[in-house]
Nanobody
Framework: QLQLVESGGGLVQPGGSLRLSCTASGSTLDYYSIGWFRQAPGKEREGVSCINSSGRDTNYADSVKDRFIISRDNAKNTVYLQMNSLKFEDTAVYYC????????????????????WGKGTLVTVSL
């Protein structure tokens, strides 16, 4: 059984940066595609960025492209989301999810079909 824990959220000013971590325990992440999703107040959860098991393929929502970078360190069982040039509209609870060898474009397009979810970390972009 895989457990996912997100960390790194907090309060940041517009234009600032944060790095989120998604750390797994209970099993290796080596075979899992990992996605970052977010849910803003009053909105549905949406895919932000996904990465395949090897880390060689990544996918980004248009709203975060060129600002966010997803990466993984399988030796540390951790996936990262580097968030730069943060905007007010990036405020949300950010969740990571894992799915075994899942196509990352499909993974990022829907919240359905993932095997495991973390409990989320809050990112607030405010003055």
């Amino acid at each position: 059984q895989l457990q996912l824990v997100e960390s790194g959220g907090g309060l940041v000013q517009p234009g600032g940066s944060l790095r989120l971590s998604c750390t797994a325990s209970g099993s290796t992440l080596d075979y899992y595609s990992i996605g970052w999703f977010r849910q803003a107040p009053g909105k549905e959860r949406e895919g932000v960025s996904c990465i395949n098991s090897s880390g060689r393929d990544t996918n980004y929502a248009d709203s975060v492209k060129d600002r966010f970078i997803i990466s993984r360190d399988n030796a540390k069982n951790t996936v990262y989301l580097q968030m730069n040039s943060l905007k007010f509209e990036d405020t949300a609870v950010y969740y990571c999810a894992a799915a075994l060898y899942r196509n990352i474009r499909t993974m990022c397009a829907t919240t359905r079909g993932n095997d495991y979810w973390g409990k989320g970390t809050l990112v607030t972009v405010s003055l």
